[in-house]
Each structure stands twice: as C-alpha cells, then as structure tokens.
Nanobody, 123 residues
C-alpha cells in the first residue's frame, strides 16, 4: 500500500520560513517524479513545484519561483519543500504527490497523494 505522509506545516509570520517533508512508502520512490500542490480555502488545488525521479529537473509555479525550493533524498524516500519569504497568500493545505512519468503540472497525472499539511502565514 502506497503512503505519502506530509509533515512540517504550521503557523509562521510573513517573511518567515518552513520546511515541509513528504515521506513515501510502498513504492519504488526513485522511479517516481514528485510534486507539491496546494489548496487554499475556496480555491482549486494548484501546482506549486515538481521534481523528476532522479532529482535533476525541477519546475516551479511563477508565484513561488525564487522563494521555494524542492529537493529529494531517494535514499530516504523523502521529498522536501523549503519555503522562504512566506507571504499571506501562501496560506493553504500543501499536498505531495507521486507520478510515474508525465507532466509536472498535470494534476491528473499523479497516481498517489498525501493527506496534506496546513501552512498558515500570518500577515
């Protein structure tokens, strides 16, 4: 059974930082591209960033480029999201997801999803 478990969310002041982690189990992690998505209240789930299976290729939404960094450790079956210079509009539930091939930004291409972790940025 595949499980993706996010952690590291919380409450932070604007301008602060958080580091999210997503631990994967039940799949051959190094074969899967990984993505982070987020969903704010009343809004659709949106792409934040993605990383290829071996970590050599990354992709970012314009809204987070230069502030967020995705990375992965295939030995630990974990993907990370370092979030710096957080803004109030970054407030959302953050989800990690795993895909086997396909496009970074295609939500439908992700086979497995975590339960999400809440990030709240106070202004």
């Amino acid at each position: 059974q595949v499980q993706l478990v996010e952690s590291g969310g919380g409450l932070v002041q604007a301008g602060g930082s958080l580091r999210l982690s997503c631990a994967a189990s039940g799949l051959t992690f190094g074969n899967y591209g990984m993505g982070w998505f987020r969903q704010a209240p009343g809004k659709e789930r949106e792409f934040v960033t993605g990383i290829s299976a071996r970590g050599g290729i990354t992709n970012y939404a314009d809204s987070v480029k230069g502030r967020f960094t995705i990375s992965r450790d295939n030995a630990k079956n974990t993907v990370y999201l370092q979030m710096n210079s957080l803004k109030h509009e970054d407030t959302a539930v953050y989800y990690c997801a795993a895909r086997y091939g396909g496009s970074f930004r295609d939500t439908g291409g992700y086979s497995y999803w975590g339960q999400g972790t809440q990030v709240t940025v106070s202004s």
